[in-house]
């Protein structure tokens, strides 16, 4: 069953899990659940994708109830009206907070505006060698993306040489390795945490958020942070 996190007569969100498709897609061939289908099993009735995450990202998904819904939900998205919150577990020790302006490409080639805020959250060391250096160091950092770009976070990460734990293509091959072999880790450690909006039909502000995922909660307690992330253990959800 799937974890939701708000319905009204219009709107429905999730916390999807890590690894699960938001629907059906040609260039995921062996995926055979998604939350499209699973969802509109769950709740008897159809439901529409307002956006996207990764199928490796977890977190707050939302679907619109009916087609006009959808449509202005996404016309939302599409004007960067959504303000989105991420937490992400990144290689090295991250500044204490940091602008990311850096164009990315589509697929076509066109060059688009994308620039994401961040914050740190927490740091850890942990007592790995890996490579020339003696311990390994990660950091918790919250994002803010203001734009919408396809792999906006995994790329501008990647971009000043912090990449999320788990991304393999934009990542870090020896630390995704170091995680699968020695903690059986092989999620990639970038979760939607919250969606703030105005309701499309009444309106009012509407604030979901969505709690960390298994796996991500299994390297929060490795790395220490538990006591950091507690306030987080209960997802507040209004509207």
Not at 77 to 103: C, E, M, S
Not at 207 to 230: C, Y
């Amino acid at each position: 069953m799937l974890d939701i996190l708000y319905r009204d007569e219009q709107l429905i969100a999730i916390n999807k899990p890590h690894g699960l498709l938001v629907h059906r897609s040609s260039i995921a061939a062996d995926a055979e659940e998604f939350a499209l289908q699973l969802l509109r099993d769950q709740i008897n009735a159809h439901v529409y994708p307002a956006h996207r995450l990764d199928r490796k990202t977890g977190g707050v998904l939302l679907f619109a109830l009916d087609k006009n819904t959808e449509i202005l939900m996404q016309q939302q998205f599409a004007a960067n009206l959504v303000h989105k919150t991420y937490w992400a577990i990144v290689r090295g020790y991250t500044d204490d907070a940091g602008d990311i302006d850096h164009p990315l490409r589509k697929e076509n080639g066109t060059l688009q505006d994308a620039f994401t805020a961040y914050q740190t959250i927490t740091r850890a060391e942990l007592p790995i060698a890996l490579g020339k250096h003696s311990t390994s160091r990660y950091s918790l950092i919250e994002a803010k993306p203001t734009t919408g770009r396809m792999h906006q976070l995994r790329k501008h990460f990647s971009h000043i040489f912090h990449p999320i734990i788990g991304d393999r293509t934009h990542g870090c091959n020896k630390q995704n390795k170091l995680f699968t072999e020695t903690w059986q880790m092989d999620t990639m450690l970038l979760h939607a945490l919250s969606l703030s909006f105005t309701h499309p039909i009444s309106n009012a502000p509407v604030t979901i958020e969505a709690s960390l995922q298994p796996e991500f909660e299994r390297m929060v307690h490795l790395m220490g942070w538990k006591d950091i992330v507690n306030d987080y253990a209960n997802p507040k959800t209004s509207g």
